[in-house]
């Protein structure tokens, strides 16, 4: 079977969220079920150095306005299609914020060029490959299952992979024009969403299936609360939607050989994580000590539940834990954690910056991660948590609530928990699910116990690559029916 994927970001190559680990990961683990992907994102210039050996594979004369082209490459184990098109790619900035924090004014053009060259090769527009299905991720690569509905060419199978709705991609009507799609894709079977144009609502219309990344969002989603207007879209495509957990790269993040962390370890020598723990407190100043070390590493975003953690910053110093911080996000909560670290030296500290191997050496130091998300797709944070033996503390929604077993007594008895979970997401909940994770770390054979039990959870693709390709063939079967 061969899949065309489409994303907006690719680890290693480009990475802001967990969209990137999975646009990374997913294409390898599919491998061994007899998928192959290859995988279509933009040519920013951080591709472009990373990249070598780089071949020609298709010239688009007018892509939206600009001349383009795809060039195929290998890029440690990933098939690569990268559109290159200086015009709309090579700038500096992230790959949706320029220089200086903000959108780029032009997304809606960069992210529909995107699905355009996608939605050509899917339609055979390239020598030699053509894909069975094609399978696009997020608001940046939604127009795919559009421009193909709307060709002269019959389209192929398609899935949408929603990692956050909260991110629609929306722009107002006067860009339709020029996303070179005819009229009547201006309407509520097409694009048009609530006057506007809506990249996600026109890919979820379009979109043989629907997939988000844990059962428990893909229900979230079908609420008021959660839907982000989409709701009743999604309930309208009930049948067609899916949630299928993400899993992790365990070559990545394996604690017996990851280069990032101060000392290796595995489930039989936890105590070699003392070493590890030994290293963040140097990293981030704090004081050393016996009590517990946990952890945060996130964007400091309202989502995340940041601000709700912010309240209780000098209540966690209270019970004797000390904090370690690494994220970067909302300026007014930087300050907030600032100040608490300042009023608390060598009990709270904050590292303000996107550290991806600092990120992994904290994972293997500290005892537990909180994670107070007021929603979440799925979370990979908590996944490397467990399988890192670095305890998660976790609201209990979305993908945290399917991957983390709570240490009720039943669970404790069983030997069955690996975490701590709580909701609603509040100050008082969230103090007493961290009173509740200091009380168990008080007690080290449980806590000893809760960490191993995480260590073995499956975390791995497999499974999960097992459920996207089952549901990749249910596709093709629809499309020969
Ligand atoms: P989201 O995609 O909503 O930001 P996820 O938990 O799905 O949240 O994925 C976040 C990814 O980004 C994880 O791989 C996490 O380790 C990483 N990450 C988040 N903030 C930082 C940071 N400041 N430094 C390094 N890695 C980070």
């Known amino acids: 079977m061969q899949v065309l994927s489409v994303a907006s970001e690719v680890y290693p190559l480009v990475k802001t969220g967990g969209l990137a680990d999975v646009a990374g990961a997913l294409p390898l683990a599919l491998a061994h079920h007899g998928v192959r992907v290859r995988t279509l994102m933009p040519g920013y210039p951080a591709v472009m150095h990373a990249t070598r050996d780089r071949t020609p594979v298709m010239a688009i004369a007018d892509l939206l306005g600009h001349p383009a082209e795809i060039v195929e490459t290998n890029h440690r ?4 299609l990268i559109l290159d ?3 709309l790619f090579d700038r500096e900035g992230g790959p949706y914020l320029d220089a200086a924090g903000k959108d780029h004014a032009d997304n809606w053009r960069r992210f529909a060029a995107l699905s355009r060259a996608g939605a050509l090769i899917a339609q055979g527009g390239m020598d030699g490959w053509q ?4 399978h696009v991720h997020d608001w940046q690569a939604a127009l795919v299952p559009v421009y193909m509905r709307y060709a002269t060419t019959p389209e192929i199978p398609s899935l949408i992979t929603i990692h956050n709705i ?10 339709f024009k020029h996303l070179e799609l005819p009229p009547h894709a201006f309407s509520i079977e097409g694009v048009e969403y609530f006057g506007s144009v809506g990249f996600l609502k026109g890919g979820m219309q379009a979109s043989w299936a629907i997939s988000t990344v844990s059962p428990s969002y893909a229900e979230e989603i079908l609420t008021p609360e959660f839907g982000m207007g989409l709701e009743g879209l999604l309930a309208h495509r009930f049948d067609d939607l899916v949630g299928i957990v993400n899993g992790i790269d365990a070559t990545v993040w394996n604690p017996e050989s990851d280069a990032h962390i101060a000392a290796p370890y595995g489930i039989g020598t936890l105590k070699g994580r003392a070493a590890n723990k030994r ?9 050393p000590g016996s009590g517990p070390v946990f952890c945060v590493i996130s964007r400091l975003t309202w989502q995340k539940g940041m601000d709700v953690l912010a309240e209780v910053l000098d209540d966690l110093v209270q019970l004797g834990v000390r904090l370690a911080v690494l994220g970067s996000g909302d ?4 300050n907030v954690f600032h100040a608490a670290a300042a009023r608390h030296p060598g009990g709270v500290a904050l590292i303000s910056a996107y550290d991806e191997p600092l990120s992994h050496l904290m994972q ?10 007021r929603f979440e797709p799925c979370g990979l944070t908590q996944l490397y948590g467990l399988r890192y033996g670095c305890v998660p503390i976790v609201a209990r929604t979305g993908g945290l609530n399917d991957t983390v077993i709570d240490a009720s007594p039943a669970a404790l008895s069983a030997r069955a928990a690996t975490g701590i979970s709580f909701g609603p997401v509040t100050a008082g909940n969230l103090l007493r699910a961290v009173r509740r994770a200091v009380r168990l770390y008080q007690e080290p054979r449980v806590w000893t ?3 191993k039990q995480g260590m073995k959870s499956d975390v791995s693709w497999d499974m999960s690559a097992g459920l996207y390709a089952s549901l990749y063939s249910d596709l093709l079967m629809r499309k020969g029916a």
């Open 131 to 134: 894909p069975d299905l094609v």
């Open 85 to 87: 098109c200086p015009a």
């Open 449 to 451: 116990a809760m960490q």
């Open 279 to 287: 290293a963040v407190e140097a990293r981030f100043g704090l004081a």
């Open 331 to 334: 300026r007014a909560l930087e």
């Open 166 to 175: 909260a991110f629609q991609g929306q722009y107002g009507a006067d860009i």
């Open 364 to 373: 293997a130091g500290c005892d537990g991660i909180i994670i107070p998300s």
């Open 77 to 80: 184990g990933l098939d690569l």
